[in-house]
């Protein structure tokens, strides 16, 4: 069997979180600081720790089988990898922006400006696409700093709060992508046998993270009103309490309406509701 490599980011916003999932795969490897690979001792994967901007074009190039990177900087680097995956972390948007007192209110007014960025392929292929003609100043990093030296006239860079624009005096011009960390495979390891293990594995954390497990009681002339607010990974699980015309109900529910779903089942009857994290769902 084939030995795979997947490359994640050394250090940075996404180093963490690629190993939290890798170790929340059931993988077993140090994380030391000082090695730039590691071993899986309970499956047949390395794991290569580089800057992220490297990540697309080792994928590409098949010296990692595998990947987990911004789809930003896939983009910037114009890799030709397979998606597998968004992981639903290192979510962000490019944005341009401009100084709070600028006063360029349309793309048009950008002719002839200058824009400071660390993603020059992707903004020029949105200024291409709207016929703007601006002169790019590529730079390395702390682009907001760029309008307040006089560097440039506005900024394309990663916001996510929104704090670094405002703590540089800047706003929101234009939103020009969406991005997260997504796990690549380089072309043709798609049907890969080990690729598509780690992939089931990856989505059942996915999966388990985006629910949690509840427990509750409910009287059974309120049963029918609880159960039709919880679907369950099938249907609920219904079991008798030792109390005579009580039952207790297992089931899921999803993160994103989790406080709305709980307020609906105190209303229908539901009392001592335990909620618990899951660690994994196997469909
Ligand atoms: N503020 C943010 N919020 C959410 N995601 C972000 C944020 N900033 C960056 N990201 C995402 O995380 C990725 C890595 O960001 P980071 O700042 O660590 O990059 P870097 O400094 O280029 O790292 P490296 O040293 O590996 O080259 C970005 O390409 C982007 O996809
Ligand atoms: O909208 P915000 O939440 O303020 O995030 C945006 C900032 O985050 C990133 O930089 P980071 O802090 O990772 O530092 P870096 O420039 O060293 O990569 C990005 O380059 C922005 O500067
Ligand atoms: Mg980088």
């Known amino acids: 069997m084939k030995t795979l490599k997947i490359a994640i980011q050394k250090s940075g916003r996404l180093n963490e979180k690629s190993v939290e999932i890798l170790k929340n795969c059931g993988l077993s490897?140090?994380?030391?600081?000082?090695?730039?690979?590691?071993?899986?001792?309970?499956?047949?994967?390395?794991?290569?720790?580089?800057?992220?901007?490297?990540?697309?074009?080792?994928?590409?190039?098949?010296?990692?089988?595998?990947?987990?990177?911004g789809e930003n900087v896939i983009i910037e680097a114009g890799a030709d990898v397979s998606y597998l995956q968004p992981l639903g972390f290192g979510k962000c948007t490019l944005k341009i922006a401009v100084q709070n007192n600028s006063n360029i209110t349309e793309l048009s007014q950008l002719n002839g400006k200058a824009i400071a960025t660390s993603y020059p392929i992707i903004l020029?292929?949105?200024?291409?696409?709207?016929?703007v003609d601006a002169q790019i100043r590529n730079i390395s990093?702390?682009?907001?700093?760029?309008?307040?030296?006089?560097?440039?006239?506005?900024?394309?860079?990663?916001?996510?709060?929104?704090?670094?624009?405002?703590?540089?005096?800047?706003?929101?011009?234009?939103?020009?992508?969406?991005?997260?960390?997504?796990?690549?495979?380089?072309?043709?390891?798609?049907?890969?046998?080990?690729?598509?293990?780690?992939?089931?594995?990856?989505?059942?954390?996915?999966?388990?993270?985006?629910?949690k497990y509840v427990v509750l009681n409910v009287a059974k002339e309120n049963l029918q009103?609880?159960?039709?607010?919880?679907?369950?990974?099938?249907?609920?699980?219904?079991?008798?309490?030792?109390?005579?015309g009580w039952v207790a109900v297992h089931s899921v529910i999803a993160e994103q309406d989790f406080w709305e779903k709980i307020n609906s089942l105190k209303s229908a009857g539901a009392q001592g509701i335990v909620v618990m994290p899951i660690e994994k769902i196997i469909t």
């Open 124 to 131: 020029q292929k949105y200024l291409s696409e709207n016929n």
């Open 225 to 244: 009103a609880v159960v039709d607010l919880l679907p369950g990974v099938k249907s609920p699980t219904v079991v008798p309490l030792f109390e005579e």
């Open 29 to 69: 490897f140090e994380n030391y600081k000082s090695s730039l690979i590691a071993s899986v001792a309970n499956f047949p994967l390395e794991i290569l720790f580089l800057r992220d901007d490297d990540i697309p074009e080792y994928v590409q190039d098949g010296i990692a089988d595998l990947g987990i990177v």
């Open 141 to 211: 990093g702390s682009v907001e700093i760029g309008p307040g030296l006089g560097l440039s006239d506005a900024i394309f860079d990663i916001v996510s709060t929104g704090g670094t624009l405002k703590n540089n005096g800047l706003k929101p011009f234009k939103n020009v992508m969406d991005s997260q960390a997504v796990l690549i495979c380089s072309k043709g390891m798609e049907q890969n046998a080990e690729v598509l293990e780690l992939m089931q594995r990856i989505q059942s954390v996915l999966r388990a993270k985006a629910t």
